[in-house]
């Protein structure tokens, strides 16, 4: 039969309001014409900005201006222009394991990049402090991959750490934030900031659709000035008709509805999948249930490395990755237990079954 996915790399849109949508862009048609005409605010609309950063104030408890608010088509590609912008002498520590396409990007750029171990409540502090970094880039509200919510505490250390020293910033990715089970988000780092020391980014890539592309980055105002000086003609490259249409989508309502929406059908589908391994495994598997994000992280004992776990998850058709994919420096050695990346947001609940079954085969069986 067909592939099964549990990838984490995708968003379910099985949902997705495309009337509303639609709506919202005709809206934006007609109420915005001569701006698409044009070439546009290089930083992306100021109503866009301006929607943002009222939608997090609210849910993240960021605290800023439109002004301070820069659009780009991808996390990736803002946070290049933040680099491009720095002292190429910059250290940059980062969490390992980690998110290996920016760590990719990183070292692409010349950094000197040190991958940090994780304690049991996020990034180890005492280890940033050793690598002499100036740059500390982390995922505090729901660690990539691992899912750990760095507590508050351990918050604190990170901004102590920021103002301990001249040119140190933290750049919070809040990837995936949107999806929180039970429990509701602690409030950002950058709203416990009060050096100026946090960069807070965001995307809309798992909350709308994720071709659409569009990313946002929140800078101080020291480095808004120098991002304005070093890049005096810059172009916005995100869709401008999306982007208008955004506005309307946030400020009708539509967007928060249809995250609310999301997080009970991901919900769903998460316990489903988590009751259905541990049924199939029993005590093969070790899940930690920390109720966030759009994949969890399971352990299971197998005697396979994971070379072989991946070519058989090819075998039986099953799209899976392990936790060896962000492993940046420490190369985890298997032991008898392997960690897979779970994904639930690729596969229907009436599949879950199958995907289970498949997954069994291939831990279990050689
Ligand atoms: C840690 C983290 N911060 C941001 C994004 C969002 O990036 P963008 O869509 O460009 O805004 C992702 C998205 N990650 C991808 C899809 F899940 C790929 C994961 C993989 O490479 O394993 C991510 O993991």
Not at 80 to 89: F, S
Not at 224 to 242: E, G, V
Request: proline share 4%; net charge neutral.
């Amino acid at each position: 039969e067909g592939w099964l996915s549990l990838s984490h790399m995708s968003a379910d849109i099985s949902l997705f309001p495309f009337k509303d949508w639609m709506k919202c862009e005709n809206r934006a048609i007609d109420e915005h014409r001569r701006e698409l005409a044009e070439l546009g605010h290089p930083q992306g609309p100021y109503l866009t900005r301006k929607a943002i950063s009222r939608m997090i104030a609210l849910t993240r408890g960021v605290v800023c201006e439109p002004e301070q608010i820069i659009i780009g088509a991808g996390t990736q590609l803002l946070v290049q222009q933040l680099m491009e912008m720095q002292n190429k002498k910059s250290i940059i520590a980062i969490e390992d394991p980690g998110y290996s396409r920016l760590y990719r990007l990183l070292n692409d750029m010349g950094f000197t990049v040190n991958p940090i171990e994780l304690d049991n409540k996020g990034i180890n502090i005492k280890k940033v402090e050793s690598s002499n970094a100036n740059f500390l880039f982390v995922t505090p509200s729901h660690q990539f991959p691992t899912g750990k919510i760095i507590p508050v505490t351990r918050r604190i250390e990170l901004l102590n750490w920021a103002a301990g020293a001249e040119n140190r910033y933290i750049i919070e990715d809040d990837y995936d934030s949107e999806f929180k089970y039970e429990t509701n988000s602690i409030p950002s780092l950058q709203s416990l900031d009060r050096n100026q020391r946090v960069i807070y980014t965001g995307t809309f890539s798992k909350t709308l659709l994720p071709g659409t592309r569009i990313s946002y980055m929140v800078l101080p105002p020291d480095l808004l000035r120098k991002y304005r000086k070093h890049y005096p003609d810059l172009m916005q490259y995100s869709n401008s008709l999306a982007l208008f249409a955004l506005h309307y989508f946030i400020e009708s309502g539509a967007y928060s509805r249809h995250i609310k929406r999301m997080n009970h059908h991901y919900e769903v589908k998460r316990n489903l999948l988590i009751e259905q391994l541990r049924k199939k495994f029993n005590d093969q598997v070790c899940i930690e249930n920390i109720p966030a994000g759009l994949h969890f992280i399971a352990q299971f004992k197998s005697v396979k490395t994971y070379d072989e776990i991946e070519a058989c998850a090819k075998e039986g058709r099953l799209e899976l990755y392990t936790m060896r994919r962000f492993m940046l420096k420490n190369k985890y050695k298997e032991n008898g237990r392997i960690e897979l990346v779970i994904g639930f947001a690729n596969i229907d609940e009436g599949e879950i079954m199958e995907a289970v079954e498949r997954l069994y085969w291939v831990i279990v069986f050689d």
